[in-house]
């Protein structure tokens, strides 16, 4: 329980739990059956992480042309911003926000493109 109380220990433990399920999702996609291996990721997620996950669908249709302040509420703070040609930027979330359905394994990321500030397109990469 004292790893809880320090902030520094319990960054760790989450990360460390985040890459474990990363290790789990490649050793998983070897297997022939793959809903086991969804379920056993998902319950590995912190609880908290877990119950905050958004539908992807959910987010691409809320999201379409909104602007940034709109983005920033609705998803939190980009990890990643990258400014792109032609006035366009992105968004980039890899932190766990989104998955396809209830029970599922969450994207690993999701790109949300905006051009003069309104959302064109919100892209994913499955897990």
């Known amino acids: 329980m004292e790893t809880f109380g320090n902030k520094e220990k319990c960054e760790q ?4 739990q985040l890459l474990d399920s990363g290790q789990n999702e490649t050793s998983g996609s070897l297997e022939a059956s793959g809903s086991g291996t969804n379920q056993t990721v998902v319950s590995e997620l912190d609880p908290e992480i877990e119950r905050n996950l958004r539908l992807r669908s959910e987010i691409k249709n ?3 042309g909104q602007n940034r302040i709109f983005v920033k509420e609705f998803l939190g703070e980009p990890d990643n ?18 998955r ?4 599922a394994k969450p994207d690993r990321e999701i790109r949300v493109l ?3 500030g309104t959302v064109v397109r919100v892209e994913h990469i499955t897990p």
């Open 13 to 16: 433990l989450v990360l460390k």
């Open 114 to 116: 905006f051009r003069n």
């Open 62 to 64: 809320t999201l379409q």
């Open 81 to 98: 911003i990258q400014f792109r040609t032609n006035s366009i930027e992105a968004f980039l979330y890899t932190r766990p926000i989104s």
């Open 100 to 103: 396809f359905k209830p029970g």
